[in-house]
């Protein structure tokens, strides 16, 4: 039995809350009377109408508000009670076992979802929080719409990482090892009225590597989605013609089914996660299927052995690298030794190191253990001497060969409305800085000079401290550190930093707030007053006016993930600063995208005499549009290399 003390915690911030709205309700309606001292004689005002016995406001007294808190105890003592009861046993682990049998069986799946939800919604706000601080945004309201969505996209991840790992399952299917793998047949998929990918013929068989391509949007997580069910039975599509995976027909069959037969790894692999442990994680799919526990045991064992993660069995989950954890779901995935394994984008947040890792696992598990790997991944390259089939879509339609597709032809994006700055001169100094968490020190004594107008890439491996590198110079907490124009930016008041540093996070959608990118601009506009509106700067950063109207009305989230990108720039560059810092600006792009946003990079950068500094893995992209490198490793930041052009080294 271990200790976390993260669900007390978070169950004492929720008990004190209720408390406090307990007593703010009293006060409101009604008054808080009740004898003691006479804090405030607040005017009744007797509600009209339909609300006639509504009496608001009165006097509030010392007893008063001791009585209303006083009446909400007993419910803050039953939150801490279940607070305290997380923190000392895995609440989780009991609610898998009551999936198997037992009167919990029906609501397992709810109780698992609800028993998250509460961490979900104390991250959500911490990183919304942040997000708040780093875009100037005041007042708790502003914080609502950002929490609520990150809060849910949490339950859903965690829902359809339960559907496709076999929770709650009644009637496993049994896979007929006389079928293929998977086989489509005239197949089409669409949401609403709108096809997806339609004509799709093929089979794929057990003992090989299959690649998907294509641009964003193209339909890649679509057609994934598709073969382990999540598409027709999860998320609301359709499918025409005919989808059998080991025989089993896709269309009549839930995911929960067919856990035995597909393992399935997601795009973000950190919300699927549904345990605290990596050995409860990789175990969760064998837990539900009902196994005994030695057995269990013993395959978690073999199957972290396999991948090379035995040391990590004992890790907590919140506490692994970016590769780590790819890893680890790839192991919960295939933990129930399954005849197929799906694979959404696992090299796009990795470094090369970690790159090679899971494509040399991905070949493993197809060329050695035999299973049927379906990958899809913008980054394709790193998997070419490996790969047995190639799948580009693109179009609605897709195109099989045996080797992979010729480079994408990338469209020139220039940044012609930003006229360069002035000639190059020194625009900002880190001094000394050493960031930590917890006792140990992740970056030590870090020295830097940036120049007006030029573009700076931050190398290092996962883990290597660049993140927490660009925080700590977006939000200084000791003076000294970080000076630009000439001022200490940890002694200017939080709203006048942003006119020397602004941060764009490896999130990009923390930043927005509101559900249309129209709002967004005009909330920008309205906080910062840029002499550019940033809708005129959104525009810019895209390379033109193509579309714009459309974008407009969208939801900022709906925009693909380089057109995020490119609002998240407009609206930190709303005041402005004189610093930008942009954390894994490539991730998960396309060439297409990759382009659009080095150009935004490059124009943010001429424009203002303003310097950009970005942290990336991604050494093509640095060598690219960066005009030098800086590498972080080992805590260490080296000095840098210019280039002779000064555009790309």
Same mark, same amino acid.
């Given at each position: 039995?271990?200790?976390?003390?993260?669900?007390?915690? $978070? /169950?004492?911030?929720?008990?004190?809350?209720?408390?406090?709205?307990?007593?703010?309700?009293?006060?409101?309606?009604?008054?808080?009377?009740?004898?003691?001292?006479?804090?405030?004689?607040?005017?009744?005002?007797?509600?009209?109408?339909?609300?006639?016995?509504?009496?608001?406001?009165?006097?509030?007294?010392?007893?008063?508000?001791?009585?209303?808190?006083?009446?909400?105890?007993?419910?803050?003592?039953?939150?801490?009670?279940?607070?305290?009861?997380?923190?000392?046993?895995?609440? #989780?682990?009991?609610?898998?076992? &009551?999936?198997?049998?037992?009167?919990?069986?029906?609501?397992?799946?709810?109780?698992?979802?609800?028993?998250?939800?509460?961490?979900?919604?104390?991250?959500?706000?911490?990183?919304?929080?942040?997000?708040?601080?780093?875009?100037?945004?005041?007042?708790?309201?502003?914080?609502?719409?950002?929490?609520?969505?990150?809060?849910?996209?949490?339950?859903?991840?965690?829902?359809?990482?339960?559907?496709?790992?076999?929770?709650?399952?009644?009637? *496993?299917?049994?896979?007929?090892?006389?079928?293929?793998?998977?086989?489509?047949?005239?197949?089409?998929?669409?949401?609403?009225?709108?096809?997806?990918?339609?004509?799709?013929?093929?089979?794929?068989?057990? &003992?090989?590597?299959?690649?998907?391509?294509?641009?964003?949007?193209?339909?890649?997580?679509?057609?994934?989605?598709?073969?382990?069910?999540?598409?027709?039975?999860?998320?609301?599509?359709?499918?025409?013609?005919?989808?059998?995976?080991?025989?089993?027909?896709?269309?009549? $069959?839930? @995911?929960?089914?067919?856990?035995?037969?597909?393992?399935?790894?997601?795009?973000?692999?950190?919300?699927?996660?549904?345990? #605290?442990?990596?050995?409860?994680?990789?175990?969760?799919?064998?837990?539900?299927?009902?196994?005994?526990?030695?057995?269990?045991?013993?395959?978690?064992?073999?199957? /972290?052995?396999?991948?090379?993660?035995?040391?990590?069995?004992?890790?907590?989950?919140?506490?692994?690298?970016?590769?780590?954890? $790819?890893?680890?779901?790839?192991?919960?995935?295939?933990?129930?030794?399954?005849?197929?394994?799906?694979?959404?984008?696992?090299?796009?947040?990795?470094?090369?190191?970690?790159?090679?890792?899971?494509?040399?696992?991905?070949?493993?598990?197809?060329?050695?253990?035999?299973?049927?790997?379906?990958?899809?991944?913008?980054?394709?390259?790193?998997?070419?001497?490996?790969?047995?089939?190639?799948?580009?879509?693109?179009?609605?339609?897709?195109?099989?060969?045996?080797?992979?597709?010729?480079?994408?032809?990338?469209?020139?994006?220039?940044?012609?409305?930003?006229?360069?700055?002035?000639?190059?001169?020194?625009?900002?100094?880190?001094?000394?800085?050493?960031?930590?968490?917890?006792?140990?020190?992740?970056?030590?004594?870090?020295?830097?000079?940036?120049?007006?107008?030029?573009?700076?890439?931050?190398?290092?491996?996962?883990?290597?401290?660049?993140?927490?590198?660009?925080?700590?110079?977006?939000?200084?907490?000791?003076?000294? %550190?970080?000076?630009?124009?000439?001022?200490?930016?940890?002694?200017?008041?939080?709203?006048?930093?942003?006119?020397?540093?602004?941060?764009?996070?490896?999130?990009?959608?923390?930043?927005?707030? %509101?559900?249309?990118?129209?709002?967004?601009?005009?909330?920008?506009?309205?906080?910062?007053? @840029?002499?550019?509106?940033?809708?005129?700067?959104?525009? /810019?950063?895209?390379?033109?006016?193509?579309?714009?109207?459309?974008?407009?009305?969208? %939801?900022?989230?709906?925009?693909?993930?380089? #057109? #995020?990108?490119?609002? /998240?720039?407009?609206?930190?560059?709303?005041?402005?600063?004189?610093?930008?810092?942009?954390?894994?600006?490539?991730?998960?792009?396309?060439?297409?995208?990759?382009?659009?946003?080095?150009?935004?990079?490059?124009?943010?950068?001429?424009?203002?005499?303003?310097?950009?500094?970005?942290?990336? %893995?991604?050494?093509?992209?640095?060598?690219?549009?960066?005009?030098? $490198?800086?590498?972080?490793?080992?805590?260490?930041?080296?000095?840098?290399?210019?280039? *002779?052009?000064?555009?790309?080294?």
């Amino acid at each position: 039995m271990r200790f976390h003390a993260a669900p007390l915690r $978070t /169950a004492a911030i929720v008990a004190a809350v209720f408390v406090a709205t307990r007593v703010v309700y009293r006060v409101v309606f009604g008054g808080a009377s009740g004898g003691g001292i006479l804090l405030l004689d607040l005017p009744s005002v007797q509600l009209a109408g339909p609300f006639a016995h509504v009496s608001l406001f009165g006097p509030v007294t010392s007893g008063g508000l001791w009585n209303a808190a006083v009446s909400a105890l007993p419910f803050a003592a039953v939150i801490l009670a279940f607070g305290l009861l997380s923190s000392v046993v895995d609440m #989780q682990r009991l609610f898998v076992r &009551g999936s198997t049998r037992g009167p919990l069986r029906a609501i397992s799946r709810s109780l698992v979802i609800a028993w998250s939800t509460a961490p979900a919604l104390a991250h959500a706000v911490r990183r919304v929080r942040r997000a708040a601080a780093l875009r100037g945004e005041r007042g708790a309201a502003a914080l609502l719409v950002p929490v609520f969505e990150q809060t849910i996209e949490r339950a859903l991840g965690l829902a359809a990482s339960m559907e496709v790992r076999g929770f709650a399952s009644t009637h *496993p299917a049994v896979a007929d090892a006389t079928q293929p793998v998977v086989a489509m047949t005239d197949a089409a998929l669409a949401h609403d009225s709108a096809e997806i990918l339609g004509s799709l013929t093929l089979t794929l068989d057990a &003992g090989t590597l299959t690649v998907l391509t294509g641009p964003t949007g193209s339909g890649k997580s679509s057609l994934l989605r598709s073969i382990d069910g999540l598409f027709q039975h999860f998320d609301g599509g359709r499918q025409r013609g005919r989808i059998t995976v080991a025989g089993v027909d896709r269309a009549a $069959t839930p @995911p929960r089914d067919t856990a035995a037969i597909v393992g399935s790894v997601a795009q973000n692999v950190r919300i699927a996660f549904a345990a #605290q442990t990596v050995q409860d994680e990789i175990g969760f799919a064998l837990a539900v299927r009902g196994l005994p526990a030695d057995v269990v045991a013993e395959r978690v064992a073999e199957t /972290a052995r396999s991948l090379g993660i035995g040391a990590l069995l004992s890790r907590d989950i919140d506490a692994l690298s970016t590769g780590e954890a $790819t890893l680890v779901a790839i192991a919960a995935a295939i933990s129930g030794r399954p005849a197929l394994l799906l694979v959404d984008e696992p090299l796009a947040e990795l470094d090369d190191a970690a790159r090679d890792t899971v494509c040399r696992t991905l070949d493993a598990l197809a060329h050695e253990h035999g299973l049927a790997v379906v990958v899809a991944e913008h980054h394709s390259a790193p998997l070419e001497p490996f790969a047995d089939r190639w799948l580009a879509l693109d179009g609605g339609r897709a195109l099989a060969s045996a080797q992979p597709p010729p480079p994408v032809a990338v469209d020139s994006v220039a940044p012609a409305e930003f006229v360069s700055g002035a000639a190059r001169h020194p625009l900002a100094e880190l001094r000394n800085l050493t960031v930590s968490h917890a006792a140990t020190a992740v970056v030590r004594d870090a020295h830097l000079t940036l120049d007006a107008g030029e573009l700076v890439a931050l190398a290092g491996r996962n883990g290597a401290g660049k993140s927490s590198l660009l925080l700590a110079m977006a939000m200084p907490d000791a003076a000294g %550190h970080l000076v630009v124009r000439g001022e200490d930016v940890a002694r200017l008041p939080a709203r006048a930093r942003r006119s020397h540093v602004a941060l764009v996070p490896e999130r990009v959608d923390e930043l927005f707030f %509101h559900t249309t990118v129209a709002a967004e601009c005009l909330r920008a506009d309205r906080a910062d007053r @840029p002499e550019r509106p940033t809708v005129e700067t959104f525009a /810019a950063l895209l390379g033109g006016g193509r579309e714009l109207d459309a974008l407009l009305l969208r %939801h900022p989230r709906d925009l693909s993930a380089g #057109q #995020q990108l490119c609002l /998240a720039l407009a609206i930190q560059l709303a005041p402005e600063p004189a610093l930008l810092l942009v954390d894994e600006p490539s991730r998960g792009l396309d060439e297409q995208s990759r382009a659009l946003v080095g150009a935004a990079l490059r124009t943010a950068a001429a424009s203002g005499g303003r310097a950009v500094l970005i942290a990336t %893995h991604d050494a093509e992209f640095a060598r690219r549009y960066a005009g030098r $490198t800086l590498t972080l490793a080992d805590g260490t930041l080296d000095d840098g290399t210019r280039s *002779p052009t000064g555009v790309s080294r």
